[in-house]
Each structure stands twice: as C-alpha cells, then as structure tokens.
C-alpha cells in the first residue's frame, strides 16, 4: 500500500470539491450522513443538495454557531445537534458516511484516538469517512499563521488518521491533494469572517492586527482578496 502523505509537493490541481463529493463511493443511496463540526452549515447544504442523503445529522461543540443552526428551518433532512467526534450522540451502526471539513485538526489531541474509535462504532459495516483538511502552506496560510499557528495540530491529525488505517479500523481508498478557491471581499470581511470566530476566541493586539491587516491587504485586488489554499481528503473505508 502507498504511504500516506501530510502534503504534496505541488498542491494538486484547482478544484472543487463539490467534484470528489459528487464521486463517492456510496454503497447505495439515499444513504445517512454524520458531519462533524459542520460550524455555520455551509457544506451542510452541499451534502443535502446533492440528494445522495435521506438523512444528515450534522454536529457542532461551538455553543453560540450550534444556536444558530438550530434557526435553520428550510433543511428538513438535517438534524443539527450538539456534540463532537469524541463522544457522539448516536447509536452503533447507524450511519452510513461521516464527514469532517476542515475539523479534525479542532479535536482534542488527547481525544482524536478516541474520535476514531467513534467514527467506527457509529459507522454501518464498509462506511465511508471523508476527511477535508488544509494543508499547511501557502499565501493565504502565511496569513492564517500570524495569529493561529496551526501546524501542530494538522499535524496530529494526520498522524491519528494514518494511525487508524495502521491499527485496522480503516482502510485508505484513496488522498486526494487539491487547491481550492478562497475569496474575501475585504479585509472587515475578513475579520468577521476568521478573526472573530466563535469558535475560537482571537485577541489581537493592535501591533499584531495591524501586521495582518498589512498582510492580507497586499492581496487584495479590484474584486477582492483571492487565494488558493491548498487541501488533502483522505477517504477511509470501516475495515
């Protein structure tokens, strides 16, 4: 079997990962979904438009975003719920696919064993887990570091992935390395956007902000700030 990889040396094609989701190899739909850490539901409403799903459980540990998401009244096949990867709120065998966008690296390092350990329990037998993480480099992560450094714990993610497929709870279909689209009309956009997250409290002082602000702002163009970040999917299959 290849070895895993952290990274590709040259990011990997531009694309859209609505692509790779659209190509999942379900073993029959409509099939039930399980996503971790969906924060504001924006990949939520891609996996239900994409009609592959009778159902999505969709949970969040941010108290304040899972409030919001609980308003959310025009997708009645997801059920929002508080919890995470560590200990989720559902039985053994009853899901069919578990995704992760952008949020394993948030999981407790002590915890990510045991988050695979669940992601197994509530798989049914040959379920799918799609995990989408940043990989860190790049323009618009040289930004990101100045005030979130994330390489640790990307890191440690990995390491539990690849740990989990060694161990003989998951077989590795495939990694796929991508870059995707990132855009902010402004650097205010910006900051709502990422600074001033619920999910994770940033207190900038002002000589810090104020390099930031320089930084990204030496991106910004007639339409904006555009980046192309790069991402890894590793999909695994429950062994």
Known sequence: MTPMRIADADGGPVLDERVLLEALPL?????RALELGCG?????????????????LALEVDRIQHGKNLLVD???GVRFALGGA??????????????LFKSLHHVPLDL???????????????????ISEPVFGGDYNEILR???????????AFDA?????????FELLSQTFFRAK????SFADFEQKVIQATHTEHRLAPALYARVQSKFEAHLGPDGANFLAPFRVDLLRKA
């Open 86 to 99: 560590q200990q989720i709120p559902a039985p053994d065998a009853s899901v069919d696919a578990v995704f």
């Open 182 to 185: 990132v855009k902010y009309r």
């Open 74 to 76: 025009d997708l009645p």
């Open 112 to 130: 990510l064993g045991q988050a695979f350990a669940e992601m197994h329990r509530v798989l049914a037998p040959g379920g799918l887990v799609y």
């Open 40 to 56: 504001t539901g924006r990949q939520t409403r891609l996996l239900a438009a994409g009609g592959k799903f009778a159902s999505i």
């Open 27 to 31: 073993a029959s739909t409509p099939a």
């Open 146 to 156: 100045l005030f979130h450094d994330e390489e640790k714990v990307r890191a440690a």
């Open 161 to 169: 992935t690849r740990a989990a497929v060694d161990a003989g709870l």
